[in-house]
């Protein structure tokens, strides 16, 4: 039955048929984008799940020359770190055709995101905006990007309202702290998605639609609830 979200959810049987035609969808995206405008921008999650995904779109046809592409979030670790988003973007998704696309990193070379914050801000005002897809994931904890619950400027990060494009974030279950895309950033997009993986995170994703008892304040219910871009869940088992 139909909710009021603007969720639609996409199942595939396993995770390379996802890979598949997610990686397709999101290459139709930046095609358009690059025949309308000139050039395609297109922001990543990192974590385990998206690791088939940037295979398949590595390897998809178009002018990746005229395709930035940056990260919905990263923890502030140098690259050379086994937990760095960027190291795992550019060993799986810029290879193949995807090697001539530029990247755009969340992470500066300093001690702390507070301190690498201006640089970052600086780089990221650079981007064509908007985006042409952002593909957010999600954590067993109901985080997405660095919306993570208890996070100390989680408030700020998921103000619909908040210009800034950047924070630094903090909390409990970060490991590491990180740097964040804020909500409204991410929402000026032409299309989103969510990739999970699991019957877990199925369940999880479930109960923050619903908002059901703890499920009601995971971050990723603000994505869920929002109504200014539909939202296109892509999962399998
Ligand atoms: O730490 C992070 O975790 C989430 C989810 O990762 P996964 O390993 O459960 O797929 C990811 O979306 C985010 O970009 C990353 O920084």
Do not use: C
Request: a neutral charge; zero cysteines.
């Amino acid at each position: 039955m139909p909710d009021k979200l603007n969720v639609t959810t996409h199942s595939f049987t396993d995770g390379q048929a996802l890979a598949v035609a997610l990686a397709e969808r999101v290459a139709e995206l930046l095609r358009e984008s690059i025949a309308e405008r000139g050039r395609g921008l297109l922001a990543v999650s990192g974590g385990s799940t998206p690791r088939h995904f940037f295979e398949r779109l590595s390897r998809q046809s178009l002018d990746w020359a005229k395709v930035q592409i940056t990260l919905v979030d990263e923890r502030w670790v140098p690259e050379s770190h086994e937990r760095s988003n960027a190291a795992l973007v550019k060993s799986l998704l810029l290879q193949h055709e995807a090697s001539a696309a530029q990247f755009v990193p969340l992470y500066a070379d300093a001690p702390t995101p507070e301190a690498g914050l201006a640089a970052v801000r600086a780089r990221m005002a650079s981007l064509g905006m908007p985006f042409d897809a952002v593909v957010l994931g999600m954590g067993n904890d109901g985080h997405t990007a660095s919306f993570f619950p208890g996070g100390d400027r989680l408030p700020e990060a998921l103000d619909p309202h908040n210009p800034v494009r950047v924070l630094p974030m903090r909390a409990p279950g970060a490991g590491e702290p990180r740097i964040t895309f804020t909500l409204s950033t991410l929402l000026d997009t032409r299309a989103l998605f969510l990739h999970i993986e699991g019957e877990a995170k199925r369940q999880l994703l479930a109960d923050a639609r619903l908002g059901l008892d703890a499920a009601a304040n995971f971050p990723v219910r603000a994505v869920l609830t929002q109504q200014r871009v539909p939202v296109a869940v892509y999962w399998s088992p």
